[in-house]
């Protein structure tokens, strides 16, 4: 990486003899190895099917936040600057030249997932998915009735939390609870950072409920 490869054009010349060409056509097929060498497979390496040429990874030059040109007939994969989760670092985009309007597609982020159980994902076009879990009791426990409380996101949204929705949980040892439970949020709640909850349920077999929320 980071080569700058020798290659003079214009050879052969017409009034030259090929003594005097030889040199440099000598460096411009050498360079040509080389470059192809860069990211490729270069000549014969293939291993008993044409591979000669494929990728063997992809380096794509970082465009500083300056989104490029777009060009007619084509779709462009490209690098640029981006900040996420307080961590600014390169992302992956894609451009089409062919649609109206905004066509710049973002696909990745930087510091853009956990996997934890109360974690988060980054979704290409810019929407961001949370989950996890929350107790309705002070140590998961739940006497019937009704509870409530607060989720904080683990990640803030940056600009806008649209939907929170919320599944029941209960012991899976032994039978299932009798009547139904419902977590609900407090749509009026949701907010970049969490959202108020209020869980229902005459059973005391219910110890939780999951959670996802979707914004961006």
């Not at 803030?156 to 949020?185: I, Q």
Request: include cysteine; aromatic fraction near 12%; charged fraction near 5%.
């Amino acid at each position: 990486m980071a080569t700058n490869y020798t290659y003079t054009t214009g050879i052969p010349v017409a009034t030259n003899t090929p003594a005097q060409d030889q040199p440099n056509m000598a460096v411009n097929t050498t360079s040509v190895s080389q470059i192809l060498s860069t990211d490729h497979l270069t000549f014969g390496a293939a291993t008993g099917a044409l591979t000669d040429g494929m990728h063997t990874v992809i380096h794509l030059k970082d465009n500083g936040g300056v989104t490029p040109p777009k060009v007619a007939g084509t779709g462009e994969v490209y690098s640029n600057d981006v900040t996420f989760n307080a961590k600014t670092d390169g992302a992956l985009f894609y451009q089409s030249s062919t649609l109206a309007g905004n066509t710049e597609i973002q696909i990745t982020a930087p510091k853009a997932y956990s996997s934890a159980l109360n974690g988060y994902s980054f979704l290409p076009g810019g929407s961001i998915i949370q989950w996890g879990f929350e107790n309705t009791g002070s140590s998961g426990s739940f006497a019937g009735g009704s509870a409530s409380g607060t989720v904080t996101f683990p990640l803030v949204y940056p600009n806008n939390a649209w939907m929170v929705v919320c599944t029941p949980y209960w012991n899976t040892a032994g039978t299932a609870p009798s009547v139904a439970g419902s977590a609900t949020p407090n749509g009026t709640s949701v907010t970049t950072t969490g959202f108020e909850w209020q869980f229902n349920s005459t059973s005391n077999k219910y110890r939780g409920f999951y959670w996802y929320s979707i914004g961006n």
